[in-house]
């Protein structure tokens, strides 16, 4: 039986389309004005120090910070203080209504059902696990964070890299065999597998890559009894 999961959010849990064509163009759009009204607050200017750091430009103005990280979008960088940006930017938007988290309606079913059962539920996204609470905390169907017991993303680690999952299945203190890793990316669901986890592929769409991992088109199809 398995006694945790993990999800991955973008392509799994959620339309694609929600995070490139709403919230992504949602930060990108707000980043200069938000950055400058924002600057001085502890949070925001450790976050900015972290990408003059990463640029290797310890003299940048907050509109050469704001430049950097519209460039690292147009890259998808997966940025640790690009991510935690992003979800301070969404922050207003999901408090003012502008838009909800979307989430296939088979997600919140079998995630009920499953905390039911006595799973445990994990978020692994690489967007920042700020970011992470407020779209699960506003989502289609309400507040869900009270399903979750922790959230993880990129300061584990790459989400390709087996480090990572080891360094999740640690601080769980699981066995990989008693975690269920679910994903639409084969190289994220390799990754995990070689950590131990037990995998399985979420196709949401049809001719999407597969791997050697079992595969479903929903979480209803997903099976708990360790057997997938």
């Not at 991510?83 to 408090?95: A, D, H």
């Not at 950590?195 to 592929?201: D, E, F, K, N």
Request: hydrophobic share 40%.
């Amino acid at each position: 039986m398995i006694r945790a999961v993990i999800t991955d959010i973008e392509g799994t849990t959620s339309s694609i389309a929600f995070v490139h064509d709403i919230l992504f163009p949602h930060a990108y759009k707000a980043l200069p004005e938000w950055l400058e009204a924002h600057a001085d607050e502890p949070a925001v200017a450790d976050c900015m120090d972290e990408v003059r750091a990463d640029a290797g430009a310890p003299e940048a103005t907050t509109g050469d910070v704001a430049g950097i990280l519209r460039s690292w979008m147009d890259e998808d960088r997966k940025a640790t203080p690009l991510k935690s940006l992003q979800g301070m930017i969404w922050e207003t938007g999901y408090r003012q209504g502008e838009f909800t988290g979307h989430l296939y309606p088979d997600v919140v079913r079998q995630l009920e059902r499953w905390k039911q059962q006595g799973a445990a539920l994990y978020i692994y996204s690489s967007g920042s696990v700020y970011a992470q609470k407020l779209m699960f905390g506003h989502s289609d169907e309400g507040d869900l964070t009270p399903l979750f017991s922790g959230y993880f993303d990129t300061a584990v680690g790459g989400k390709r890299d087996a480090e990572s999952y080891r360094v999740i299945l640690d601080e769980l203190g699981l066995h990989g065999s008693d975690v269920l890793f679910l994903s639409d990316v084969v190289e994220e669901l390799d990754a995990a597998q070689n950590a131990g986890l037990r995998t399985c592929q979420v196709c949401r769409s049809e001719g999407m890559v597969t791997g050697t991992h079992p595969v479903v088109s929903g979480f209803d199809e997903v099976s708990l009894d360790g057997n997938d």
